[in-house]
């Protein structure tokens, strides 16, 4: 990145400014599966959109560049950039991972890579002794996501780096939750950084895509060979809208984190909230590392409710946030990660891994955080004023 703009203006003064051929100021959205070539002999730098398009071309360079890589993939989902990433292993090989990784990353690796030969062993990546221990000498991956979903732990990127590297092994940091305005783990030394940039990338819960942005020329190569061989590229129309996302992915963060900050705060007083997962709180276990390591906590936080009865009905008196799956996005979501993200996951590694059925996950949109505040409060009172009711009986 250049480093005479800063990080927001970057966001919109890059190469992609303007369209070359006619000064427009929004990428092209080029609709063409392939491309004349004018000689037999030499082809154009276009030959067929699975290869590379000119649209999904401009999205790579602009989260290369914002995430300090030599260059970046756009693929048709997050799930899609996770699971090529993952084609860089040969069978025999062996993953670490972050235990409590995104629920489709646990199924691709305890259901998919397994039948392949890959071995994984899941730790805390919180506790780095234990990630020593769990390197075998056929380990070749260690894969973070900080801070980790739904609980917020926060993984240090420079450590676990350090650490694949002295045993030959390469770092990959699913960034989802933080994006590069926060958080850069290439400059914190992983090889690999990937997004679902269905979140808060393109920001407005209207597309589906997946990036991965390299640090190392020749894996670059590798990994372009696999998107090409693979071949779930992202599509021409969802490349367009998450470039449009990320223009403004600085001023929504700001107002989303602050949000985040105030309704954590909020939430902790609560009586009737046994805990709150946000690394913003100065009592969460990580929250050095993560202003070490970040420029702030995010807006996502979970926070859990005494069982699953007392969640149902919260769910039904709360008014703003929608209930549904996802995160990052401009309306603030509800999600419920026992019966959503990790529904993939065995009750009792679920369970084991803190993910109770009273946890609730909150990303934070752009409403006032007033008003989520009061729409929270009122739900808790319902809550409260049931629970009383009861007991009366
Ligand atoms: C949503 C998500 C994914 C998967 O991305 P899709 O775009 O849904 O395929 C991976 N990691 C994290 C942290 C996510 O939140």
Redesign the pocket.
């Known amino acids: 990145m250049s480093h005479r703009y800063t990080f927001e203006t970057h966001l919109l003064h890059n190469k992609h400014k303007f369209d070359p051929a006619t000064g427009g100021v929004s990428v092209p959205i080029h609709h063409s599966s392939t491309f004349h070539q004018s000689s037999v002999d030499k082809f154009g730098k276009y030959d067929y959109s699975r290869s590379l398009n000119p649209t999904r071309e401009a999205l790579e360079e602009i989260i290369a560049e914002l995430e300090g890589g030599v260059r970046g993939f756009a693929f048709s ?4 950039a ?1 699971s090529t990433a993952f084609l860089l292993l040969s069978k025999g090989d062996h993953v670490v991972v972050t235990e409590d990784v ?1 629920g ?2 646990y199924r691709m690796v305890t259901q998919v890579l397994n039948r392949f030969g890959i071995e994984h062993t899941f730790v805390d990546m919180t506790d780095l002794d234990a990630v020593e221990q769990a390197i075998r000498p056929n380990t070749a991956l260690l894969y973070a ?1 900080t801070p980790s ?1 739904p609980l917020l732990k926060v993984t240090d990127i420079h450590a676990i780096s350090q650490i694949a590297k002295k045993h030959g092994a390469y770092t990959f940091v ?1 960034n ?2 933080m994006t590069p305005y926060l958080q850069r783990p290439l400059e914190l030394g992983a090889d690999i950084v990937l997004h ?4 808060f990338l393109s920001g407005h819960s209207d597309t ?3 990036l991965a942005v390299v640090k190392d020329e020749e894996l670059a190569n590798r990994l372009y060979s696999l998107q090409n061989s693979f071949g779930a590229v992202l599509g021409v129309q969802d490349a367009w809208l998450v470039m449009r996302g990320i223009k403004t992915l600085s001023v929504r963060m700001n107002q989303s984190q602050e949000s985040a900050k105030n309704i954590a705060g909020f939430l902790q007083e609560q009586p009737l909230i046994k805990n709150v997962f946000y690394p913003g709180l100065v009592n969460h276990p990580q929250a050095d590392l993560q202003t070490q390591q970040a420029y702030g906590p995010g807006a996502v936080l979970s926070f859990e409710l005494e069982d699953a009865e007392v969640l149902t009905r919260f769910i039904e008196q709360v008014k703003l946030p929608v209930f549904a799956v ?2 990052g996005a401009v309306e603030s979501i509800l999600s419920y990660p026992a019966k959503m ?1 990790h529904a993939a996951m065995p009750l009792g590694e679920r369970v084991r891994r803190g993910i109770t059925d009273g946890l609730l996950r909150l990303s934070v949109g752009l409403e006032s955080a007033d008003d989520l505040i009061l729409d929270f409060k009122q739900a808790l009172k319902s809550i409260a004023t049931i629970a009383v009711s009861k007991e009366e009986v």
């Open positions: 989902s997050g799930m899609a996770i995104y489709g990353t996501e979903n699913d989802t939750f679902s940039a269905t979140k589906v895509a997946g996802s995160l993200s």
